[in-house]
């Protein structure tokens, strides 16, 4: 079991910052690719960015420049730095990580499971 505690959302004007953090804890040890989602009401849970164990990154088109994924495995924690925001950004953002299964002493690819954040609120407006 993983559970992942979000931080850092809230009000901030267009063009200002904000860093989203989201911490793993339980069973951490096999986690591989963690991300970062957001969804505006009416609207699907869109992908933000994504980011492998070894720090590949990958950012939907409307946040390329903008955005920034990171990560501290020695922490278990995932980053999102968002600057510049617009009004468009404005959603609440989930953090995810796929934990893989613990077999005989590695983490194996097979059977992935998913684990969400509870979700935090991001408002850009003037």
């Known amino acids: 079991q993983v559970q992942l505690v979000e931080s850092g959302g809230g009000l901030v004007r267009p063009g200002g910052s904000l860093r989203l953090s989201c911490a793993a804890s339980?069973?951490?040890?096999?986690?591989?690719?963690m991300a970062w989602y957001r969804q505006a009401p009416g609207k699907e849970r869109d992908l933000v960015a994504t980011?492998?164990?070894?720090?590949?990154?990958d950012y939907t088109d409307s946040v390329k420049g903008r955005f920034t994924i990171s990560r501290d495995n020695g922490k278990s924690t995932v980053y999102l730095q968002m600057n510049s925001l617009k009004p468009e950004d404005t959603a609440v953002y989930y953090c995810?990580?796929?934990?893989?299964?613990?077999?005989?002493?590695?983490?194996?690819?097979?059977?992935?499971?998913?684990?969400w954040g509870q979700g935090t609120q991001v408002t850009v407006s003037s």
């Open positions: 995810n990580t796929r934990v893989l299964p613990f077999v005989q002493n590695m983490c194996v690819i097979g059977d992935p499971r998913d684990y």
């Open positions: 339980g069973d951490t040890m096999c986690i591989s690719d």
């Open positions: 980011i492998t164990y070894g720090g590949i990154t």
